[in-house]
């Protein structure tokens, strides 16, 4: 007979997203088990750990859990450009020291973490609404009553499948790279490659860790592309191409592989009892294919509502709605706009690739990131193309301003 345990949330997923909703909700007085399938939080690396010193101020991030950056540097096949800032603006995350850090965050407001614990099912009342999941733990059975579920568990969306609320993301980002210790290693400087023979539909990317070590991987756009990243990475380190030949000698230390949705915003995130966070609710920079800001800001702001509506006695979809309210303001037009750009940049050709590189020349750092990061709207469009009179940085905005009046 399964073992049961009861809680006011019940949090499935112990990645950044699932940390901080469970934060917030002991944060706010609610009961929380937080279930992770791993042995230990961050076992398996899945993403590059690129964020944004911003972001990472917001979250208040331990200093030793990140590298910054100052330069950013592109190369396409016949063309490089590096622009840089004498303050840091983007980081690099130690992936698992930040995830880590969550978790312990959320330990100390009095989350429960289970570890090991691998959800099988979902428990449904009559009305086929959510009232918990089923789990096992070794070769016990856990039955974790709730009254509310945050599903946080990544690309693969565990419950919200189990319920049958959602199908398999039809557009998506495959990722592999290897964390290397190199002989040259310029710490404040990434790099991003583009162009047909680093990734169709995609880029590759140098990203450094401190001291001598970098990330070194490839990202794939599925299914605008068959290549296979892990047989690319291997192809562009075998080859020393671009950047990759100034690293020196290489020593492979581990191996990354991971998915990230790039279906655009399209889900629903709120259902009775239940709520979608991080990867789980597709929150993700279609740009570069980033997430972890996002996991973190909005899983705080679910872990928070979740609560309130916990301690009111209405866990409904209408007492959750706040929630998809809240990012639905903050990013839905970001991103439906980054996505046309991004719709765009997939088609790229290499001879484009090249122009499109010219224009990056003529932007500020500041003015860059915010692109990247998907923080644009129309204002800064027209702020872009005022300080900028060349037809080339009008040309490349024209589309985004069309996309953002329509958002």
């Excluded at 002991?26 to 279930?35: D, Y």
């Excluded at 605008?224 to 950047?243: A, F, H, M, Q, W």
């Excluded at 301690?311 to 709605?321: N, Q, R, Y």
Aim: aromatic share 8%; with cysteine; hydrophobic share 40%.
């Amino acid at each position: 007979m399964a073992k049961e345990l009861s809680f006011d949330i019940v949090i499935v997923g112990a990645g950044p997203a699932g940390s901080s909703a469970a934060y917030s909700a002991a944060k706010n007085g609610a009961k929380v088990a937080l279930l992770e399938k791993e042995g230990v939080v961050a076992q398996t690396v899945r993403t590059s750990g690129v964020t944004w010193i911003d972001a990472i101020k917001e979250f208040g991030i331990p200093d030793d859990c990140y590298n910054s950056i100052k330069n950013y540097a592109f190369c396409s096949p016949n063309n490089e450009v590096k622009i840089s800032n004498d303050e840091s603006m983007a980081a690099v995350l130690d992936v698992r020291k930040t995830y880590r850090w969550l978790a312990d965050e959320a330990q100390k407001q009095g989350v429960q973490i289970f570890l090991d614990t691998v959800v099988t099912d979902t428990i449904k009342d009559l009305d086929g609404k959510i009232l918990g999941v089923r789990a096992t733990l070794g070769k016990e059975e856990i039955k974790f009553n709730s009254k509310i579920v945050i599903d946080a568990s990544g690309f693969q969306s565990v419950v919200a499948k189990s319920l049958g609320l959602v199908s398999q993301w039809k557009r998506f980002g495959a990722g592999a790279e290897y964390e290397v210790v190199a002989e040259n290693v310029d710490s404040e400087t990434w790099w991003l490659m583009v162009g047909q023979k680093y990734s169709p539909a995609g880029y590759a990317w140098i990203f450094p860790l401190g001291k001598n070590t970098v990330r070194i991987g490839v990202g794939v756009g599925k299914p605008e592309s068959n290549v296979d990243p892990t047989e690319r990475l291997k192809e562009i380190i075998e080859k020393r191409l671009g950047p990759i030949e100034s690293l020196g000698k290489i020593t492979p230390i581990e191996f990354h592989y991971g998915l990230i949705p790039n279906d655009g915003l399209s889900r629903k995130t709120v259902y009775d009892n239940l709520i979608l966070v991080g990867d789980s609710a597709g929150h993700a920079n279609p740009l570069v294919l980033e997430g972890i800001r996002y996991a973190i800001r909005f899983g705080r702001v679910a872990g928070e509502i979740a609560a309130k509506a916990v301690s009111m006695s209405d866990t409904s979809e209408k007492a959750l709605a706040p929630y998809e309210e809240i990012w639905k303001k903050a990013i839905f037009a970001k991103i439906n706009s980054a996505s046309k750009v991004q719709s765009r940049w997939i088609g790229l050709s290499d001879e484009e690739w090249d122009k499109e590189l010219d224009i990056i020349k003529e932007l500020s750092v500041a003015e860059f990131l915010d692109f990247i990061k998907a923080e644009f709207g129309l204002a800064s469009i027209i702020k872009l193309a005022t300080h900028h009179p060349k037809i080339a940085v009008r040309q490349l905005f024209n589309m985004v301003k069309g996309v953002t009046k329509r958002s």
